[in-house]
Antibody
Framework: EVQLVESGGGLVQPGGSLRLSCAAS????????MHWVRQAPGKGLVWVSR????????NYADSVKGRFTISRDNAKNTLYLQMNSLRAEDTAVYYC????????????????WGQGTLVTVSS | DIQLTQSPSFLSASVGDRVTITCRAS??????LAWYQQKPGKAPKLLIY???TLQSGVPSRFSGSGSGTEFTLTISSLQPEDFATYYC?????????FGQGTKVEIK
């Protein structure tokens, strides 16, 4: 069974840092592209970042570029999101999601999601 | 960036109703669109990908259509478990934008 379990959320002051983790199991983690998506309280889904299967390629939303860094450890089957210079508007539930890949190609849709971890930026 | 606009943003319907949600892209994205369902306090669930392909395990009352800039998600006969918020997402380019969501509530 595919499982994605996020951790690392919590309360942090503006300007602070936090590192989120997403532990993957039930599939060959090193074969899949992974994403972070966030959702502010009562708001819609916002794509944050993506990393390819070997970590050599990354993309970011403009709102987090230069402040957030996505990474992965394929030996530990874990995805990370390092968040620096946090702002109140970064307050959200952060989901990790797997992009469907097959036969060496990835197709875009997010077929599995974690349960999310809440990040609250407040003084 | 590609913008996605869903309509309506809110929909009140009864069990058994046929429901259609529209997603319009600010530029052509071929068939690179997915639909997700999200219930309160839960992660989104993939319903449709490649604009019209039903994800495994999703009931056949859900269907998707469209290409280019206009897409629709249709629920042929609304069931109690379908009351949720629905999002489209473009898969054509980065950033992988979502629509603003359509909340389907019980009339």
């Amino acid at each position: 069974e595919v499982q994605l379990v996020e951790s690392g959320g919590g309360l942090v002051q503006p300007g602070g840092s936090l590192r989120l983790s997403c532990a993957a199991s039930g599939f060959t983690f090193s074969s899949y592209w992974m994403h972070w998506v966030r959702q502010a309280p009562g708001k819609g889904l916002v794509w944050v970042s993506r990393i390819n299967s070997d970590g050599s390629s990354r993309n970011y939303a403009d709102s987090v570029k230069g402040r957030f860094t996505i990474s992965r450890d394929n030996a530990k089957n874990t995805l990370y999101l390092q968040m620096n210079s946090l702002r109140a508007e970064d307050t959200a539930v952060y989901y990790c999601a797997r992009e469907y890949c097959s036969g060496g190609s990835c197709y875009g849709e997010f077929d599995y999601w974690g349960q999310g971890t809440l990040v609250t930026v407040s003084s | 960036d590609i913008q996605l606009t869903q309509s309506p943003s809110f929909l009140s319907a009864s069990v058994g109703d046929r429901v259609t949600i529209t997603c319009r892209a600010s530029q052509g994205i071929s068939s690179s669109l997915a639909w997700y369902q999200q219930k309160p306090g839960k992660a989104p669930k993939l319903l449709i990908y490649a604009a019209s392909t039903l994800q495994s395990g999703v009931p056949s009352r859900f269907s998707g259509s469209g290409s280019g800039t206009e897409f629709t998600l249709t629920i042929s006969s609304l069931q109690p478990e379908d009351f949720a918020t629905y999002y489209c997402q473009q898969l054509n380019s980065y950033p992988r934008t979502f629509g603003q969501g359509t909340k389907v509530e019980i009339k």
